[in-house]
């Protein structure tokens, strides 16, 4: 069961796929990076009602399956929500997937991917 | 019938009888070790999954349900940190913080425990010293908002982080659960009955041999005595034969002899049952 030491050696960044809130103060708590140039890639999305959900998917992508420096992949919870469907079917353990509430949406457990996981497995 | 389908292909000999109830004792140990292993056995040995689970099964989905909510309470205060900021500040800062984000001051270092055989992994926040992307942000007014902000934020962070650990554990404790599980039933729907049925198959192919041997000993003691019989009956009639022959020849004198030998041996007895 053990997964080789290169699945999460050199996972060491968190990333960020929220509103502008959220964003901005997690930056502040300073977990915001840069890759160098020429592939800038940030670690970090903004979304606001006008991105679309494909490029929160891409996003998503990018996070979870290219990226293999990012060990906690945080996101919103009502955006997890506008890509319910790639959230529930991540099963991976690196990274981890956690969704938090953001400013305007208070946090509702009944829909978080993993409680719900835990749920079905003790068969509620 | 199942048994001659559903078992290994052995010869049925004593050996591997033999061989067939150790393995059958290894599978039962194997599958009680399992089932134990399945609820309790990783349980107990790691606080993280100890919160994450016991044998109530509410109990854990209400560790991590409050887990769920304290991140909840925290980001709330958080976010109200932020909105000081803005007010201090006096304008947005967002697009200036995602700007001068550089390089990350709050880094994870994931490392896995073993635990009775399962790898469970831990996320560990640490910051890097010496770089700070947001020495600017604030400086003309609200800066000391700002400060307290990030603090705010990095507590959060760390209680995130936390969770992310709990919940990393959990993800692979369930795929664990499912091969354990997976294992528990596949020992105890295929390996133990096919076990079973070759011993019993082994069992009666001994015993079928053990008849048969017992049958033909039988067998053999039957030809025997038929054989024995055979002879004696020759050798009465070759008996009967000679005596004919040798009455023919001296009867008289052997006859006399015989008397004297008989009355000799009576006179013996006799007096001894008068002694004792």
């Known amino acids: 069961m053990a997964a080789p030491a290169s699945a999460y050696k050199d996972r060491q960044f968190l990333a960020v796929i929220g509103d502008e809130d959220s964003v901005t103060g997690l930056l502040l708590a300073g977990i915001g990076h840069v890759t160098p140039p020429p592939d800038s890639q940030k670690n970090f999305l903004v979304v606001d009602s006008k991105t679309e959900n494909a490029a929160i998917e891409e996003a998503f992508n990018r996070f979870t399956t290219e990226r293999k420096d990012i060990g906690i992949l945080l996101i919103n919870q009502h955006i997890a929500e506008r890509i319910r469907h790639r959230v529930d079917t991540y099963t991976a353990a690196f990274p981890a997937l956690l969704e938090i509430p953001s400013k305007d949406h208070p946090y509702d457990p009944e829909r978080d991917s993993v409680l719900r996981r835990v749920r079905r497995l003790f068969g509620e | ?276």
């Open chain 2, 1 to 276: 019938m199942s048994g001659a389908t559903n078992r290994e292909a052995v010869f049925p000999t004593r050996q591997s009888l033999g061989l067939m109830k150790s393995k059958l004792k290894g599978a039962q140990t194997g599958h009680d070790l399992l089932k134990r292993k399945n609820v309790s056995e990783v349980i107990y040995h790691y606080p993280v999954v100890q919160i994450l689970s016991s044998h109530a099964t509410t109990e854990i989905t209400r560790r991590i349900d409050e887990a769920k909510r304290k991140m909840g309470r925290v980001m709330q205060i958080a976010a109200f940190s932020l909105a000081e900021v803005t007010y201090a500040v006096g304008g947005d800062i967002g697009y200036q913080v995602q700007e001068s984000a550089k390089s990350a001051r709050f880094r994870v270092r994931t490392k896995q425990e073993n635990v009775s055989g399962v790898f469970l992994p831990a996320f560990e926040s640490y910051t890097t010293d010496g770089n700070n992307d947001f020495g600017l942000t604030g400086l003309g007014k609200g800066g000391q908002q700002v400060q307290r902000c990030r603090e705010t934020y990095a507590r959060a962070v760390e209680t995130l982080v936390e969770l992310a650990s709990l919940q990393t554990a959990f993800v692979i404790l369930d795929e664990v659960i499912k091969v354990v599980n997976r294992r528990v039933n596949a020992i105890e729907h295929v390996i133990i009955p096919r076990t079973e049925n070759t011993i019993k198959y082994i069992n009666s192919e001994l015993d079928e041999l053990d008849r048969e041997e017992f049958f033909r000993l039988k067998k053999v003691q039957n030809k025997k005595q038929r054989d024995t019989a055979a002879q004696d009956a020759e050798m009465r009639l070759k008996l009967a034969a000679a005596e004919k022959a040798e009455a023919a020849s001296g009867a008289t004198s052997s006859d006399k002899e015989n008397e004297a030998g008989t009355g000799d041996i009576l006179g013996e007895s006799e007096d001894a049952d008068v002694i004792f």
